[in-house]
């Protein structure tokens, strides 16, 4: 149980254009997703906290405006990386779950080159 | 701010030593919780801790979590090639939000 799925796994993008990555939670709802971002042999920072049906809360320094996030339904939270640049390339992971047990599962991750 | 540091960043080891990971958190937490990373692929999970004083073990590798003392240690006992990885602790703060946040990392090499 448990499982996050992650899509797409890798995508290459010009400058300038936008990219949407979905991430869902197959066989459980999640009322609360994570989005965090992984730049090469570093730690994994927290961008957003996705709320279902509700405004995402976004970690200090992270741009709302460029990091569009949507979490329309109990299984699934988007996020659109809005007029790319190579400094957004990146390794894009997400997150759901946090029951005691078994705390949280993560996606596959995303890797987002943008050229 | 909440930090979460790791010790050591980079750890090579042979072929059936033992050694420890270090997790220090700057903050009360509910959870605490360990990841391994290989390259280029996502998270596994390893252990959630919940409670002071848990202990939980895994085949070769074993974690414990002191509340008081905010550190968490992940064990490793005759270590393997397979272990290689990056291990991650990760705080969990259920009072602001269920935030989540990841320790610096420890990038394991095993030597044969």
């Known amino acids: 149980g448990a499982v996050v799925s992650q899509h797409p796994s890798r995508v290459i993008c010009k400058s300038g254009t936008s990219v949407k990555i979905e991430c869902r939670s197959l066989d459980f709802q999640a009322t609360t997703m994570f989005w965090y971002r992984q730049f090469p042999k570093q730690s994994l920072m927290l961008m957003a906290t996705?709320?279902?049906?509700?405004?995402?809360?976004?970690e200090q320094g992270v741009e709302k405006d460029k990091f569009l996030i949507n979490h329309a339904s109990l299984t699934l939270s988007t996020l659109t990386v809005t007029s790319a640049h190579p400094e957004d390339s990146s390794f894009y992971i997400c997150?759901?779950?946090?029951?005691?047990?078994?705390?949280?599962?993560f996606g596959s991750g995303t890797r987002l080159t943008v050229v | 701010e909440l930090k979460v540091e790791q010790n050591p960043l980079f750890l090579s080891m042979q072929e059936g030593k033992n050694y420890t990971i270090y997790c220090n958190y700057s903050t009360t937490s509910d959870r605490l919780y360990w990841y391994r990373q290989d390259p280029g692929k996502s998270l596994e999970s390893l252990f959630v801790l919940l409670s002071n004083g848990a202990v939980k073990q895994e085949g070769r590798l074993m974690a414990s979590l002191d509340t008081k003392a905010r550190l968490s240690t992940l064990h490793i006992t005759a270590a393997v090639h397979d272990l290689s990885a990056t291990y991650f602790c990760?705080?969990?703060?259920?009072?602001?939000?269920?935030?989540?946040?990841f320790g610096t990392g420890t990038s394991l090499t095993v030597i044969p």
């Open positions: 996705s709320n279902e049906g509700s405004k995402a809360t976004y």
């Open positions: 997150s759901a779950g946090g029951r005691p047990n078994y705390g949280y599962t």
């Open positions: 990760a705080v969990h703060l259920k009072n602001t939000g269920n935030q989540f946040y």
